[in-house]
């Protein structure tokens, strides 16, 4: 692969490589913190005694981060419009994205607060899951939303962070606040015996945590006066939102489409019985990890990408999206050998369930394929994110949706393994389907003008 003497030009470009990595890797590093939070979830749960702690945890952050990532455009809009004013040196631009993006998280937090009930009495009128998974998730949904102030803030802080080239303060953001929970997780759960209630309460106080570090950082970077006459200039002329509310709308309904895929694995499984549910709970840890490691590209990406565009820098451009091409490829390959050699050790770390253990042994070929075809999707979604083309992901992803709906509907005798043939054909879809679009644009020199007009 490297004996191509492009690709060995862009290995041996250390001051692009050194680019590349001082955003990939903080990010890829701070990124596993957050799947591994996820993983001692599943552990504390998995270790209950009854499986439907397990599947409760399971059903009940799965309609969290339902909601979570649905307004996760607050991060990627944010790192995107961020990006470009930064490589355009516009400082005014930059403030006045940070202001505008937490203007609208506070909104949608105290929407979220607002609505929790009929939220989640709509969303669990939909489970089949047991009685007992469905009154565990309550619980656990009834006591997480009290974390969106914090979330959806921490959200628009990384992402402003981010767009400035600098992932060190989301690295330190994302590291203590998935450390203050993992101990919250062991105090709550094994010390006062709290159960789901102590894994939803660690997940609350953690998020604030990491609000509290974050708004210490930004300070440090920016005056508190400068940043309230922005808040309340923002207040008072709202004219300048309309490209904002436009890219968030299109990633809006791309993360509607996404997590709509997740959310039904969670309750199809869940029809299909609590050791089916469970068993898919451990092994979209396995999917999990892949993501968060590659969403550390994926932000190098956004942010890399946004930058070169608002400087109209295609050589750079081009440079960073092949380098990011073979590590994203690289590290694909690690996860898909790393999954086959070691699925099964795997498993019985996250449960002792023997009836989960063996549910999930069946779909451990799924974890081989799936790193493969989805890095893919992964790294494009932070190119066109720093591109600020919202319409190209929200196009994309309803392709892929539709192509999930129809594999699952065609292969569904095959119960739980059509789960996971439709969700390797969604990642697949969204990869070839962006794949396309970048190759057109580049060829016709498209990407950086409809990037930023």
């Not at 809009?77 to 004013?85: I, P, Y």
């Not at 993360?255 to 959310?263: A, D, G, H, I, P």
């Not at 893919?376 to 994110?385: K, P, R």
């Not at 919202?390 to 569904?412: E, P, W």
């Amino acid at each position: 692969m490297l004996q191509d003497p492009y690709l060995l030009s862009l290995f041996l470009n250390a001051p692009l490589q050194k680019k590349v990595a001082a955003i990939a890797l903080p990010m890829v590093l701070s990124n596993l913190s957050v799947p591994l939070l996820a993983l001692v979830d599943t552990a504390v749960s998995g270790h209950l005694e009854h499986a439907w702690y397990l599947g409760g945890v399971a059903l009940g952050s799965s309609l969290i981060s339902l909601l979570f990532f649905l307004l996760g455009f607050l991060r990627m809009s944010t790192t995107g419009l961020t990006a470009q004013a930064y490589g355009a040196n516009d400082s005014a631009g930059q403030l006045r994205c940070l202001s505008q993006s937490l203007l609208v998280a506070l909104l949608l937090a105290a929407l979220l607060l607002l609505l929790q009930w009929p939220l989640a009495q709509l969303a669990f009128s939909f489970s089949d899951a047991s009685n007992e998974v469905n009154q565990q998730a309550q619980l656990y949904f009834s006591i997480r939303i009290w974390s969106a102030p914090a979330t959806l803030l921490n959200l628009v802080l990384m992402g402003w962070f981010l767009g400035r080239q600098n992932a060190r303060y989301p690295m330190w953001m994302l590291v203590v606040t998935n450390l203050v929970n993992i101990l919250l997780d062991l105090l709550f759960v094994l010390g006062f015996g709290w159960q789901v209630a102590g894994i939803a309460a660690a997940s609350v106080v953690a998020d604030y945590a990491g609000l509290l570090l974050g708004s210490s950082l930004l300070l440090r970077r920016l005056a508190a006066k400068a940043l309230l006459n922005a808040l309340l200039g923002q207040l008072a002329k709202l004219s300048g939102l309309k490209r904002l509310f436009a890219l968030n709308r299109d990633i809006f309904l791309r993360s509607l489409c996404l997590q709509s895929v997740f959310v039904f694995i969670a309750f199809q499984g869940a029809a299909y019985g609590d050791n089916t549910v469970a068993a898919n709970a451990v092994l979209l840890s396995f999917l999990m990890l892949v993501s968060y490691a590659m969403d550390g590209l994926a932000y190098a990406a956004e942010s890399l990408v946004g930058k070169a565009i608002g400087a109209c820098d295609n050589r750079l451009l081009g440079n960073t999206l092949g380098l990011l091409a073979l590590w994203c490829l690289l590290l694909a390959m690690l996860f898909s050998v790393g999954y086959g050699l070691f699925g099964n050790s795997f498993v019985s770390l996250l449960t002792s369930l023997p009836e989960v253990r063996q549910h999930a042994a069946q779909y451990l070929g799924w974890m081989m394929l799936l790193p493969l075809l989805a890095c893919w999707a992964y790294l494009l979604d932070g190119v066109f994110i720093g591109a600020t083309q919202g319409k190209t992901l929200r196009n994309s992803m309803v392709i892929a949706l539709l192509g999930f709906a129809v594999s699952f509907y065609l292969l569904q005798s095959w119960q739980n393994h059509a789960l996971w043939a439709a969700l390797a054909v969604f990642m697949a879809l969204r990869s070839i389907s962006l794949a396309l679009v970048l190759r057109h644009q580049w060829q016709n020199g498209q990407l950086v003008q409809s990037s930023l007009s």
